[in-house]
């Protein structure tokens, strides 16, 4: 199916290098390979492609070359803006990371000025009914019961939504928290997940979870922020002008993932509308240069 970010990114990619995050297989890489025709696909977790990526061996005929997981390599940042610099455009270069753009442990030089960042979302009901076809309130119903993965939601099965929510979760904490995090407890961190589940929509409170978790606050505010990271919640701040007042202010945890939700309708649906918010905001900045925000 087509995605909402195909036309922004292909302007993106005829000037820049395009960073394409997103939480895991919301489909970046999918959206990826059906952009331009002519494209290569490497990918640094695969063995046989990592000496390709490093040697700079892929094909330059092709119009674009799409990194999957790029931030993995040490010093990625200094190696794609040697060759952006030294090389130009064509091809185009596409990296996708299921973490956010500005936390990586394994950085580099600054890229300003030489990317473009686009944050790949979960189907909404706008994209649902624009791009499926598919009705309104159809729509919203199942992004409710199944989530808006794409996998998930277009095989229309709550069974198959629950069985695959368990390898996601899984992969994202025992793969993705540990190259991005030096974590012992993940225990704990799965039961976070599980805490915020039944939680959403109401405000959270760090002492609560840090009693139930038996650890420190500052400990539960670091989980929180890695979990945001790997785009698996997001915080909405209550709204104050005074910013350093809302940022001490009690936020309310959401979720990518609209199908996990624990508790009852009015927490399902209210979660729903809070990501097809934030999912128009991103979109608003990553293609305008708007600052806007979500409170």
């Given at each position: 199916?087509?995605?909402y970010?195909?036309?922004?990114?292909?302007r993106?990619l005829?000037?820049k290098?395009?960073i394409?995050s997103?939480?895991?297989?919301v489909?970046?890489t999918?959206?990826?390979?059906?952009?331009?025709?002519?494209?290569?696909?490497?990918?640094?977790?695969?063995?046989?492609?990592?000496?390709?990526?490093k040697?700079?061996?892929?094909?330059?005929d092709?119009q674009?070359?799409i990194?999957?997981?790029?931030?993995?390599?040490?010093?990625?940042?200094s190696?794609?803006?040697?060759?952006y610099d030294t090389?130009?455009?064509?091809?185009?270069?596409?990296?996708?990371?299921?973490?956010r753009?500005?936390?990586?442990s394994?950085?580099?030089?600054?890229?300003?000025g030489r990317?473009?960042?686009h944050?790949?979302h979960?189907?909404?009901?706008?994209?649902?009914?624009?791009?499926?076809?598919?009705d309104?309130q159809n729509?919203?119903?199942?992004?409710?019961?199944?989530?808006?993965?794409?996998?998930?939601?277009?095989?229309?099965?709550?069974?198959?939504?629950k069985?695959?929510?368990?390898?996601h979760?899984?992969?994202?904490?025992?793969?993705?928290?540990?190259?991005l995090e030096?974590?012992?407890?993940?225990?704990?961190?799965?039961?976070?997940?599980?805490?915020?589940?039944s939680?959403?929509?109401?405000s959270?409170?760090?002492s609560?979870?840090?009693?139930?978790?038996?650890?420190?606050?500052?400990?539960v505010k670091?989980?929180?922020q890695?979990?945001?990271?790997?785009?698996?919640?997001f915080?909405?701040?209550?709204?104050?002008?005074n910013i350093?007042?809302?940022?001490?202010k009690?936020?309310?945890?959401?979720?990518?993932?609209?199908?996990?939700?624990?508790?009852?309708?009015?927490?399902?649906?209210?979660?729903?509308?809070?990501l097809?918010?934030?999912?128009?905001?991103?979109?608003?900045?990553?293609?305008?240069?708007?600052k806007?925000?979500?409170?």
């Amino acid at each position: 199916m087509n995605r909402y970010l195909e036309s922004p990114i292909k302007r993106d990619l005829k000037e820049k290098i395009v960073i394409l995050s997103g939480p895991r297989q919301v489909g970046k890489t999918t959206l990826s390979k059906q952009l331009i025709s002519s494209f290569m696909y490497l990918d640094f977790d695969s063995s046989s492609d990592r000496p390709i990526i490093k040697n700079q061996e892929w094909d330059r005929d092709v119009q674009l070359v799409i990194l999957d997981e790029l931030h993995k390599m040490k010093n990625w940042k200094s190696w794609i803006k040697g060759i952006y610099d030294t090389e130009g455009i064509p091809p185009s270069l596409l990296a996708t990371r299921s973490a956010r753009i500005e936390t990586t442990s394994k950085g580099g030089d600054s890229l300003a000025g030489r990317f473009f960042s686009h944050r790949h979302h979960p189907l909404s009901v706008n994209e649902i009914c624009h791009f499926l076809n598919e009705d309104s309130q159809n729509a919203l119903d199942k992004l409710i019961s199944l989530g808006g993965f794409p996998e998930p939601y277009l095989k229309g099965k709550e069974s198959f939504a629950k069985r695959w929510r368990r390898t996601h979760i899984d992969t994202i904490i025992r793969q993705d928290l540990l190259d991005l995090e030096k974590v012992r407890d993940i225990k704990s961190i799965e039961i976070l997940i599980d805490l915020l589940k039944s939680r959403v929509g109401s405000s959270t409170s760090y002492s609560s979870l840090a009693e139930d978790l038996q650890v420190s606050s500052h400990s539960v505010k670091h989980w929180l922020q890695i979990l945001e990271n790997l785009y698996v919640i997001f915080p909405v701040r209550p709204y104050h002008k005074n910013i350093a007042r809302s940022i001490l202010k009690e936020p309310k945890y959401y979720f990518y993932d609209t199908g996990a939700i624990e508790g009852g309708i009015g927490s399902k649906l209210e979660n729903v509308v809070a990501l097809a918010l934030l999912k128009e905001l991103h979109f608003l900045e990553d293609t305008t240069g708007s600052k806007v925000s979500l409170c």
